[in-house]
């Protein structure tokens, strides 16, 4: 006779629905990762726009003889460097995700899929991004 254990997988592996769930869910994550690549890319260019416009304020400010504080600058390196660290947390909870679907399915752990290569080249470009906001004192 079947243990109930047995007869369950079994059932799973016949039922085509749970092989279409599981491909719902990781496809979700794709969209969900790939919706933090697009804010992401919002935020360092806010915050290159950010450092740029403060840095001409400032200039503009230091000839007519009215400079203030340059917090711009600091806002445009924390909008960077922020939302880097943001897309790493999500890829590393994207990562966990994957791997725990792939764990609870008896199969190997996901080859790097497309979404986690577009964000780990989006993490480069914000580490890149801050380090020449970093370097450019206005």
């Known amino acids: 006779e079947m243990s109930n254990e047995s ?3 079994a ?3 016949a039922d085509p629905r749970v092989d279409l769930a599981v ?3 990781e496809l979700a994550w794709d969209r969900t990762l790939l919706a933090w690549v697009r804010t ?3 935020l360092i260019g806010a915050g290159v726009g950010f450092d740029k416009l403060a ?3 400032h200039q503009a400010r230091l000839e007519a003889g009215t400079a203030i504080v340059r917090n711009g600058h600091l806002v445009g390196l924390t909008l960077t460097g922020v939302s880097t ?3 790493m947390i999500a890829c590393l909870q994207y990562w966990q995700s994957r791997r725990e679907l792939a764990r609870i399915k008896g199969s190997r752990p996901p080859r790097i899929p497309p979404a986690m290569l577009a964000s ?3 993490i480069v470009l914000g580490c890149a ?3 020449v906001l970093l370097g450019d004192k206005p």
């Open 55 to 57: 840095q001409y304020l």
């Open 40 to 42: 992401v890319i919002g």
């Open 129 to 131: 991004v801050f380090v």
């Open 85 to 87: 660290v943001m897309l």
């Open 120 to 122: 780990i080249l989006v």
């Open 7 to 9: 007869r369950e997988n």
């Open 11 to 13: 059932e799973q592996s």
């Open 23 to 25: 491909l719902r869910s």
